[in-house]
């Protein structure tokens, strides 16, 4: 009996978490490649998680990301290129809501084609 309130409990936390896609094995795969890319460095996938000694986060959560971008044309091809490329610091709308103002390039950590497929599992977020 306990052992079934575990597993219960355990369903209940996994579906309401971001990552309650339809494919453990896609959301898994694109952990890794956030993290041998150095993704995880600067952003999480849950909203409200504070940054490095309890500051703001240094970039926004993902699933914040996948809120202010799901559903809008070009979505995916603007954050693919601002992953690559880096952002203006200047015309940051995270301004204020995290520690860094801005993305710094990663070409160098992340192919554009990973980038893609990456964000396009970003903007699937709840």
């Given at each position: ?8 409990a ?25 993290s ?27 699933a ?63």
């Amino acid at each position: 009996m306990k052992h079934h309130r575990l597993t219960i409990a355990c369903l209940v936390a996994s579906l309401a978490s971001p990552l309650a896609l339809a494919d453990a094995k896609k959301d898994a795969e694109m952990l890794k490649l956030a993290s041998s890319s150095g993704c995880m460095t600067c952003h999480s996938i849950e909203s409200g998680k504070p940054g490095p000694d309890g500051l703001k986060p240094i970039g926004p959560a993902w699933a914040d990301v996948a809120a202010q971008y799901r559903g809008k044309p070009g979505a995916t091809e603007f954050l693919t290129r601002v992953v690559q490329e880096g952002s203006n610091p200047y015309s940051s709308h995270w301004k204020n809501r995290v520690s860094g103002i801005a993305m710094p390039p990663n070409a160098v950590a992340i192919t554009p084609a990973n980038t893609r497929e990456l964000v396009s599992w970003i903007l699937l977020l709840k």
